[in-house]
């Protein structure tokens, strides 16, 4: 089983095309696509710094990431009504954070939501679709792309915070 994870999220990252990208201008029709569905479920967004650096990266992985980050908010986060996004590059270093202000990662869940498969079988799962395999994906292209993928600790929802190297500042 190991090495079925292990191939399933390797097939989905190995032909990264690396260029050189604006990850905010990616991000924008990332929440584009979002919008009909995140006004539906009556989620608001707020964006706060949309810097223009530069990374070398591959659009279409980044597009995933962000695409599974705000799926999440969807899915487990609509009772907060609200997504919070904030991007900064400090150092060399472009992040991005996805606050919500749903229900948040149970502390005893959190070590676990970026093993491969794995969901936790509470009522915040029930009715929700999926494998999985977002968060594992999203920080194993994090990984690939030389930066990372985190759950930061937060007293209420839940933050995702994608750090990955700029090309300039």
Not at 67 to 73: A, E, G, H
């Amino acid at each position: 089983l190991r090495r079925q994870r292990q191939m399933c999220i390797r097939d989905s990252t190995d032909s990264l095309r690396i260029e050189s990208v604006v990850p905010t201008r990616i991000l924008e029709e990332t929440l584009e696509q979002f919008s009909a569905l995140l006004e539906r479920r009556e989620i608001s967004v707020e964006w706060e710094n949309r810097d223009s650096v530069s990374l070398m990266a591959d659009s279409d992985a980044l597009s995933r990431i962000f695409s599974n980050l705000i799926s999440n908010v969807e899915k487990y986060a609509a009772s907060g009504k609200r997504l919070s996004i904030i991007t900064e590059s400090v150092d060399g270093i472009w992040t991005v954070d996805f606050k919500d202000d749903g229900p948040g990662v149970s502390p005893k869940f959190a070590n676990r939501i970026f093993v491969p498969f794995w969901r936790a079988s509470d009522q915040i799962n029930e009715g929700v679709s999926g494998t999985g395999l977002g968060l594992t994906i999203s920080r194993d292209l994090a990984h690939r792309h030389g930066g990372d993928l985190i759950l930061v600790p937060s007293p209420t929802g839940a933050i995702f915070r994608l750090t990955l190297p700029a090309t300039d500042s």
